[in-house]
């Protein structure tokens, strides 16, 4: 059984960039939830897919969007990047959505750094 | 709005010590509680998963337990190594949370040879 796997694992944009993070979601998962964590900080919910879905979001900008494919992987867009999108992006899975009351499986994460 | 809080921010101790880490939420109605390991610069690594219903899960040197009603739950971990020197964070997943977990900002620790 895999893991949670994320790409790139690390990454530099210049302000103003757009950027995908990729993520493959642990084998029978079939929900992936996005985090931004800033240094010292705990992890801040981006939003979340069910079923290819977005079933939430928290208080993200539209210029982060997301798509969940069939296979369940999933890919975090970001548009127009700024300084304070330097953050590692933690990518989570679970076997099922909120009430079900699964834990989540996190990635190794992607570290960007906007310049 | 949910809140999470965790004190102390930082723990050193000596190798071989019990040690308990804290952590407190605002609102009861959860469906659950994670705690996590985060080793600088990396992603998290599930410790323990305890469910509303639960008053406790262990694992190895680690029990964590839950008090809903006083919205409490701890991290006990038992002799201590330096191995377990790392970030611990707890997170709920809360009823009305829009599905999201709520982060605490972690208990970073230190374990001294």
């Known amino acids: 059984e895999t893991g949670v796997t994320q790409s790139p694992t690390h990454l530099i944009k210049t302000r103003g960039q757009q950027v995908t993070l990729r993520c493959s979601s642990q084998?029978?998962?079939?929900?992936v939830s996005w985090y931004q964590q800033a240094l010292g900080q705990g992890p801040q919910f981006i939003f979340q897919?069910?079923?290819?879905?977005?079933?939430g979001r928290g208080n993200f900008p539209p210029r982060f969007s997301g798509l969940q494919f069939p296979n369940y992987s999933s890919e975090l867009n970001v548009n127009a990047l700024e300084l304070d999108d330097s953050a590692l992006y933690l990518c989570a899975s679970s076997p099922g959505p909120q009430g079900e009351g699964y834990g989540y499986t996190f990635g190794s994460g992607t570290r960007l750094t906007v310049v | 709005k949910q809140e999470v809080t965790q004190i102390p921010a930082a723990l050193s101790v000596p190798e071989g010590e019990n040690l308990v880490l804290n952590c407190s939420f605002t609102?009861?109605?959860?469906?659950?509680l994670q705690w996590f390991r985060q080793d600088p610069g990396k992603g998290l690594t599930s410790l323990l998963l305890?469910?509303?219903s639960q008053r406790e899960q262990t694992s190895g040197r680690l029990n964590a337990s839950l008090d809903k009603s006083s919205g409490r739950s701890t991290l006990y971990i038992a002799a201590s190594q330096p191995g377990d020197s790392a970030t611990y964070l707890c997170a709920v997943r809360g009823m009305d949370s829009n599905y999201q977990l709520i982060w605490g900002a972690g208990t970073k620790l230190i374990i001294k040879p």
């Open positions: 897919y069910y079923r290819e879905e977005e079933n």
């Open positions: 609102d009861s109605a959860i469906y659950n």
């Open positions: 084998s029978g998962h079939n929900t």
């Open positions: 305890i469910q509303s």
